[in-house]
């Protein structure tokens, strides 16, 4: 029923720049914290940054400066806008969004689809 679909990846010359773009649909009542995780080959999957319903950002102290993340409660989408890219931040990018479908129930996870974003040196 609910669904969140990435697109926005690709390759890309380090120095350049990407925006991933992640949005929610299906029966939803509120999404009160949205986020990109991102999982580079045989490694860890790790937090990038999240954003709150009202606008309050964290950010991995690997993109500090670099990365944005941003989202449009009216399109329920989040975006992260990346400048400055570097050969190690390639990697596949995963959206997430905790999702409320029932106003007194507890919130709960949702995931993208996985977006390749590759930095060539």
């Known amino acids: 029923q609910v669904q969140l679909v990435e697109s926005g990846g690709g390759l890309v010359q380090a120095g350049g720049s990407l925006r991933l773009s992640c949005a929610a649909s299906?029966?939803?009542?509120?999404?009160?914290?949205m986020g990109w995780y991102r999982q580079a080959p045989g490694k860890q999957r790790e937090l990038v940054a999240t954003?709150?319903?009202?606008?309050?950002?964290n950010y991995a102290a690997s993109v500090k400066g670099r990365f944005t993340i941003s989202r449009d409660n009216a399109k329920k989408t989040a975006y992260l806008q990346m400048v400055s890219l570097k050969p190690e931040d390639t990697a596949v990018y995963y959206c997430?969004?905790?999702?409320?479908?029932?106003?007194?129930?507890?919130?709960?996870?949702?995931w993208g689809q996985g977006s390749q974003v590759t930095v060539s040196s």
């Open positions: 299906g029966s939803i009542f509120s999404i009160p914290d």
């Open positions: 954003i709150s319903i009202g606008g309050t950002t």
């Open positions: 997430n969004a905790k999702i409320k479908t029932v106003p007194v129930e507890p919130s709960r996870d949702y």
